[in-house]
């Protein structure tokens, strides 16, 4: 055991411990390289940081793995560690830690006389050695390999240096202590080795601790590899941010080759001579390797170009490649022990662009001349182009055809294809989707922009252009609208009486101003048999913006309108409407009868009425301030059946012979209008409206309809 007193240039005591270290130690040259190769690396960066006494615990710690790695054998390693401990981290060998190292050694080791002697720092230095002297290597702080602790051959080599002697209520004081030996392992039987450092929160384990393996061995894998930094032969484990208390587990294994894999672009056979063309690779290894990728490009076994990265780019016109050569492009991927890789693409420099022939038609023509830039055809067009390409190579060629008939609109086929499409003028160049100004005026005809790329297999492309115009072939778009009353309704709530308007203000074409189409209208009565009446006849748009429409009776009609453009493409569209009874209520008496013959006797009255409105209304007779009661149920016209007759009876005594102030009231809350009519009847009359005629037609209507059945049987017999 040897203890040194306590330099204040940290930098002076770190040379010193290694200058002891290689005295005092048995390592072999290839171990003491390494260690003064990592020493004086870890101490130029200790030097250009400076001295940083926030830090409580610094150092550094090596475990040089000095021989052969084999399975089933002995592993021989070294091991070397230096460490520097601020006084204000107490240390766990002592009581009361949080006092701070120099109050432990005089308080526990001392007099507690707040001074820190030669004797009480070489009874610490005493105690840290007695601690480190161990001969487990992971219980020390190391490592163990393939599940088993290393052992230290002979004891450990600890050098101790203690605080400097002084007061104990000083700052900026340090202790510290290097420790080196030599360790041997046994690896088992399998392929891959494992190293465990132990993180259980010992100070060995808060100093960066350098990993040397031997030539041809490499990290491989570790569950906690972001703390582990540098290169795969030689790395650096920072234990001292592992998140948790547990062991520090490191994959290493014989280096093999990177793998690589690479791409061209384009991907073919052949490669064009004056474009572009790119290569790629993906070259992996281990986790902390950086492999290197270098590019040749060779002509006739002649390097033309090299490059140093993942990819690599060039034109062969560039490189001096020409129709026919040989285009050879090697990757090399390299690790850091000189192992490598390679990928191979080998192709032909085509400079020969393909050739095509071909035919359009249409459903409208046979033939159309393919040298035509632009072609005219009417909307609905369906256009066929039939294309036949070849190339020089023999190789297929690859046909597109691209145009703006829709976002991404494209057709592809090889060698031998035919393309097709539907010219129309398309939503966008008119429709409900614009205002009302925007829909009336002109518009320019679609016209539909076509590509035709041929690509052979090296990507030499040609490409031909046509404009498709598309002719007026379609007639206007009619879009009607009703109103009643200046308020627009559906055509199905219209009623009799209603003043309508046809309003055809959104109506448009595709193409022509408004102003230059056509309009006819006509009303149809179907439950007729009648011609359409016609109302307006090829009138301009001024005329039938707004049409008005005759009264029409309940039941259904039709509205034609025919709307014809300028290129004479008509169109004509029946509008079904629905006219329902009147609106509200319409009280009217169809007849009366009467009974009474004397003064005196009672009298009954019978009146029979109607309600020729849709509205709900109820109906009672009075005699001047005598009223009936008000009728069951109410009654309204409907479109099925039309007016809605009702029946009411009234009794009253016959007081004189002219009776006056008899009247039949009705009144409809749905409509919120009520009314009376007045009713005459007289002892030995019947008022004017009485059912004479009524009953005649009650009586007649059956017997007519008797007379009908009967002929038409008596008419089948005789054919018969």
């Keep these: 055991m040897e203890i040194l007193v306590h330099k204040k240039n940290n930098d002076a005591f770190l040379s010193f411990l290694y200058l002891f270290m290689i005295v005092s130690l048995s390592f072999s040259s290839s171990s003491l390289e390494w260690l003064e190769k990592n020493t004086n690396s870890h101490q130029a960066n200790h030097s250009n940081s400076g001295q940083n006494h926030d830090e409580l615990i610094s150092g550094v710690s090596f475990l040089n793995f000095s021989g052969p790695i084999s399975h089933s054998s002995m592993i021989n390693a070294t091991w070397y560690a230096e460490v520097l401990v601020e006084e204000s981290y107490g240390t766990d060998l002592l009581g009361n830690r949080t006092m701070g190292l120099l109050n432990q050694i005089d308080s526990e080791l001392g007099n507690s006389d707040g001074w820190l002697d030669y004797e009480e720092a070489e009874d610490f230095a005493e105690m840290v050695l007695v601690e480190r002297n161990w001969s487990n290597a992971y219980m020390g702080g190391c490592c163990r390999f393939d599940y088993s602790p290393m052992m230290a051959v002979g004891d450990p080599s600890i050098v101790v240096q203690p605080p400097e002697i002084g007061p104990v209520n000083r700052t900026d004081v340090f202790w510290g202590w290097t420790e080196s030996a030599n360790l041997t392992g046994i690896s088992d039987g399998r392929v891959l080795r494992l190293i465990d450092?132990?993180?259980?929160?010992?100070?060995?384990?808060?100093?960066?601790?350098?990993?040397?393996?031997?030539?041809?061995?490499?990290?491989?894998?570790?569950?906690?590899?972001?703390?582990?930094?540098?290169?795969?032969?030689?790395?650096?484990?920072?234990?001292?941010?592992?998140?948790?208390?547990?062991?520090?587990?490191?994959?290493?294994?014989?280096?093999?080759?990177?793998?690589?894999?690479?791409?061209?672009?384009?991907?073919?056979?052949?490669?064009?001579?004056?474009?572009?063309?790119?290569?790629?690779?993906?070259?992996?290894?281990?986790?902390?390797?950086?492999?290197?990728?270098?590019?040749?490009?060779?002509?006739?076994?002649?390097?033309?170009?090299?490059?140093?990265?993942?990819?690599?780019?060039?034109?062969?016109?560039?490189?001096?490649?020409?129709?026919?050569?040989?285009?050879?492009?090697?990757?090399?991927?390299?690790?850091?022990?000189?192992?490598?890789?390679?990928?191979?693409?080998?192709?032909?420099?085509?400079?020969?662009?393909?050739?095509?022939?071909?035919?359009?038609?249409?459903?409208?023509?046979?033939?159309?001349?393919?040298?035509?830039?632009?072609?005219?055809?009417?909307?609905?067009?369906?256009?066929?182009?039939?294309?036949?390409?070849?190339?020089?190579?023999?190789?297929?060629?690859?046909?597109?055809?691209?145009?703006?008939?829709?976002?991404?609109?494209?057709?592809?086929?090889?060698?031998?294809?035919?393309?097709?499409?539907?010219?129309?003028?398309?939503?966008?160049?008119?429709?409900?989707?614009?205002?009302?100004?925007?829909?009336?005026?002109?518009?320019?005809?679609?016209?539909?922009?076509?590509?035709?790329?041929?690509?052979?297999?090296?990507?030499?492309?040609?490409?031909?252009?046509?404009?498709?115009?598309?002719?007026?072939?379609?007639?206007?778009?009619?879009?009607?609208?009703?109103?009643?009353?200046?308020?627009?309704?559906?055509?199905?709530?219209?009623?009799?009486?209603?003043?309508?308007?046809?309003?055809?203000?959104?109506?448009?074409?595709?193409?022509?101003?408004?102003?230059?189409?056509?309009?006819?209208?006509?009303?149809?009565?179907?439950?007729?048999?009648?011609?359409?009446?016609?109302?307006?006849?090829?009138?301009?748009?001024?005329?039938?913006?707004?049409t008005s429409i005759p009264l029409l009776s309940r039941g259904f009609h039709e509205i034609i309108v025919n709307s014809t453009d300028s290129k004479g493409n008509s169109i004509e569209q029946i509008i079904d409407i629905v006219i329902l009874p009147k609106r509200g209520a319409h009280i009217s008496i169809i007849e009366t009868s009467f009974s009474g013959e004397r003064v005196g006797e009672m009298g009954t009255l019978l009146v029979t009425y109607q309600n020729e409105g849709t509205d709900d209304a109820y109906a009672r007779v009075c005699l001047s301030d005598i009223c009936g009661r008000w009728s069951e149920q109410p009654i309204s016209a409907t479109l099925e059946s039309g007016p809605k007759i009702g029946t009411i009876e009234f009794q009253f005594e016959i007081k004189s012979e002219d009776i006056q102030n008899l009247t039949l009231q009705w009144d409809s809350n749905a409509a919120g209008t009520n009314g009376e009519i007045e009713i005459n009847v007289s002892l030995g009359s019947q008022d004017p409206r009485s059912n004479n005629y009524g009953i005649i037609m009650m009586i007649a209507i059956p017997a007519l309809l008797l007379a009908g059945l009967l002929l038409f049987k008596n008419r089948n017999s005789k054919l018969s």
């Excluded at 046909?399 to 494209?410: A, C, K, Y």
């Excluded at 060698?415 to 008119?430: C, L, P, R, W």
């Excluded at 559906?490 to 309508?500: C, I, K, R, S, T």
């Excluded at 193409?511 to 301009?540: C, F, G, K, T, Y």
């Design 197 to 546: 450092l132990p993180r259980v929160g010992g100070i060995i384990e808060e100093v960066p601790l350098w990993v040397d393996l031997p030539d041809g061995w490499e990290f491989r894998f570790s569950p906690m590899s972001e703390l582990i930094s540098g290169e795969p032969n030689t790395f650096l484990v920072n234990r001292s941010k592992a998140p948790v208390a547990y062991d520090i587990r490191i994959t290493i294994d014989a280096n093999e080759p990177p793998r690589i894999s690479g791409n061209k672009f384009p991907s073919s056979s052949t490669t064009t001579l004056d474009r572009i063309i790119s290569f790629s690779s993906t070259c992996s290894d281990s986790q902390l390797e950086v492999p290197i990728v270098q590019w040749i490009v060779s002509l006739e076994n002649i390097t033309v170009h090299t490059h140093q990265n993942p990819w690599v780019e060039f034109a062969p016109l560039e490189l001096g490649f020409s129709h026919g050569d040989s285009l050879n492009v090697t990757a090399t991927c390299t690790d850091s022990h000189g192992s490598s890789s390679i990928w191979k693409s080998n192709s032909v420099v085509d400079a020969v662009f393909p050739t095509w022939s071909g035919t359009i038609t249409s459903n409208e023509q046979e033939n159309i001349d393919v040298e035509r830039e632009v072609i005219e055809v009417p909307a609905g067009t369906m256009i066929q182009f039939y294309v036949n390409a070849s190339d020089d190579s023999g190789l297929p060629v690859s046909l597109e055809m691209h145009t703006n008939i829709s976002n991404g609109w494209r057709q592809t086929g090889i060698t031998e294809t035919i393309f097709h499409f539907t010219a129309n003028q398309g939503f966008e160049v008119n429709g409900p989707h614009l205002d009302l100004y925007s829909r009336h005026i002109q518009r320019s005809p679609t016209e539909i922009a076509v590509q035709l790329l041929v690509i052979d297999d090296a990507g030499n492309t040609i490409s031909e252009e046509w404009t498709v115009r598309v002719l007026d072939s379609s007639p206007p778009t009619i879009i009607p609208k009703l109103f009643s009353n200046e308020i627009e309704i559906e055509f199905d709530e219209a009623h009799e009486g209603d003043n309508l308007t046809l309003d055809l203000s959104h109506s448009y074409d595709d193409l022509d101003d408004i102003n230059r189409l056509a309009w006819s209208i006509w009303v149809h009565d179907i439950s007729q048999n009648e011609l359409p009446d016609l109302l307006v006849s090829n009138v301009n748009w001024t005329e039938a913006e707004s």
